[in-house]
């Protein structure tokens, strides 16, 4: 039984495996100092390296931080009447901590500005892309907002989820075709349910949606139509966790179905607008919008909606 838990734990070790930061600091460092550079590298440096590495770093009383990986050398001087040490070295590092890298992956964020990315690449426009750290682990996603294909090529690159992104990280391609199971209850107490999926369309940020809805689980549509999402980071800096993971999303649909008690052939119109949150595969939203439904020639159900949901979504 030893045997077996001495196994597990090993197991589990491996599998938390990451790289490691080892700071010395000179006599004379202040411990507040030794601290912000020790956050510092840990924000800017450690998500870059693979899981077997380890960042060396020594920082004398003149503030010279000398920075080492394996073979490869770095030193910074830090001025000593700078405000935040931290904010300073992330700044620094984000460009010139890359020589401590052994190498970088093809496709990656290699550039960042005020409100995102980008990548010296022709990534297809309103295509959502994985962001890799240096161990392989997923550490966001990001959108294709624009790509200018002509020379120099260039993809400018929002995000939409997940954590602190740094330049060097590497991006793998996502499905173009997310598959979407959402849940919401409306302001009239009613539930409804959806399943659905949509395509980018050659013009960020809209996107062509099709599915299946029920907005109150008395009525069933095939629905398609148009729809669009902004993330916030698109406004505004991407470093609040809040921020990158806010959007705003509006949709216009249009409908064919039936009443499931009544029979018959139903046509609806929706157009909605709401708040997402985006947290991995899940999303929760909250919004409203106006709903219309008629059968023959007459009105089933007409008005204004307040709706809270949650949705899974698995991309193809």
């Excluded at 700071?23 to 202040?30: H, I, T």
């Excluded at 020790?38 to 390296?49: D, I, K, N, V």
């Excluded at 018959?264 to 985006?278: H, N, T």
């Amino acid at each position: 039984m030893r045997k077996l838990w001495a196994l597990l734990l090993c197991l589990l070790l491996f599998s938390l495996s990451a790289a490691s930061l080892e700071l010395d600091s000179e006599e004379g460092v202040v411990e507040s100092m030794g601290l912000s550079v020790r956050r510092a590298l840990e924000r800017s440096m450690l998500p870059l390296l693979k899981e077997d590495e380890i960042l060396v770093a020594r920082l004398d009383a003149s503030l010279a931080l000398e920075l080492r990986v394996d073979d490869r050398h770095l030193t910074l001087n830090i001025p000593a009447h700078t405000k935040d040490v931290e904010d300073y070295l992330v700044s620094n590092l984000s460009y010139d901590g890359l020589v401590l890298l052994q190498e970088l992956p093809a496709l990656r964020l290699e550039f960042s500005h005020e409100r995102g990315f980008a990548a010296g690449s022709a990534l297809v426009e309103g295509r959502p892309y994985l962001v890799l750290d240096g161990q392989g682990n997923k550490r966001g996603v990001v959108v294709a907002s624009h790509v200018r294909r002509q020379e120099p090529v260039l993809a400018f690159l929002q995000q939409t989820s997940g954590k602190e992104l740094l330049v060097g990280m590497g991006l793998e391609p996502m499905g173009l075709f997310p598959l979407s199971v959402d849940m919401y209850l409306q302001g009239d107490g009613s539930m409804g349910l959806g399943v659905g999926t949509s395509y980018p369309l050659g013009s960020y940020p809209f996107r062509l949606h099709f599915g299946f809805a029920s907005p109150d689980l008395q009525q069933g549509y095939l629905v398609a139509g148009l729809g669009a999402a902004l993330p916030f980071s698109h406004l505004f800096s991407p470093n609040n966790h809040l921020v990158r993971s806010l959007s705003l999303e509006g949709k216009a649909l249009f409908g064919v179905g039936t009443s499931f008690s009544e029979g018959g052939l139903y046509y609806a119109a929706e157009g909605s607008i709401s708040l997402v949150y985006q947290r991995g595969a899940w999303s929760f939203r909250v919004g409203g919008g106006n709903h219309v439904s008629a059968s023959a020639g007459t009105l089933k159900r007409q008005g204004l909606f307040l709706n809270l949901g949650t949705a899974y979504t698995y991309t193809l």
